[in-house]
């Protein structure tokens, strides 16, 4: 029964939109080049603010650069996110009802908004 | 009076707490090399995120990490902006009234919450 | 065609969790009275910071309860976006697939992400 | 010493734009009238929601005005703390430089950002 119930879980994992193994919980995001792309961006503008506080930056400045990082991830976030709900949620919403997986999705988004 | 105005705001720029050149903005952080740690690792907290999506980890996952990141980034800002505020901001306000250097704290801080 | 469209919207709107008529887009919230006392309660605090306005209370002590209307306003959120996705999306999902309802729940966790 | 400290702390929360008294740590806030204005459209958007949740109407609707209400509370948070910084921390800066005055800011700022 618990077993089901684990089987059930790593059902819900896996993804539509790509060929993925459940039992690994692997999921290839659609797009992926240009995710990991914006993702690099990030670690770039990151290492910006690293900079400016060694340049002995104005903090002002630099407040506005760690807000623009913000927004950034912002953006990638409802990108996986929607990735999230068209692939995985959706095909375990298929598959079972998907009772855990938008549990799961619920719990992830309280984190997000905060 | 234009110049003097912007002499005005050269100086708030300043900061009490260090050996700084008002004309060019310049703020060494105090505790800089603690602040440039904490901000090397939010950038290996964002190479982690980009290793995520390359090696198709679950979307959950990825999402929980990009949670914790904003934290980390918040943490730094929140940092920041009380430097400002005990440096820049009250030796503004100590020099001139302050009035310029309050508007434009207030201006990052709507950023920040938004 | 357009028409088809319409409709497949108004069917995507509709909620399993109860007995809804799409046409109106008409949605009942499970425990329903339970989430009209917490906005209840939620309007109580709001007034609150009115009073404490009105009544030249310290600066610090009614943002600190404008904190608490904010965390309270996203608890409810959360709450509604669970009901949501347990119900119209699920419904939807199993309908159609879901692909309008799913962009229609990102744009709206786009914007209280922010 | 205890007692010197409190009273420090008394003064610090008196406001530089408005006639109160430190001990009481009340606070007129500038433009009161148009402020508590302010507020009391958001408690009418705040029973715009609980309307909204009695008449069963569409989730995302609600949503959409929960967020309104959220960056109606952020823009007269922003004004409070424009406000306070202006009038309060201005003020203890230029009588004991403000140390503690800008502490208590900057944990309220942090709440807001989270």
């Not at 919980?25 to 995710?35: F, M, R």
């Not at 603010?49 to 002002?60: A, G, P, Q």
């Amino acid at each position: 029964m618990a077993k089901k119930k684990r089987q059930a879980k790593k059902a819900a994992a896996a993804c539509v939109q790509c060929d993925v193994q459940p039992e690994t919980k692997k999921v290839e995001q659609p797009h992926k080049k240009a995710l990991v792309n914006r993702v690099r961006r990030i670690e770039g503008q990151v290492g910006g603010v690293l900079n400016m506080i060694e340049e002995d930056r104005y903090c002002v400045d630099i407040l506005t650069q760690i807000s623009a990082v913000k927004s950034a991830l912002d953006g990638v976030a409802v990108k996986i996110l929607s990735n999230h709900a068209q692939g995985c949620v959706r095909k375990a919403i298929m598959e079972d009802g998907g009772e855990d997986v938008i549990g799961e999705l619920l719990g992830i988004i309280r984190k997000l908004i905060r």
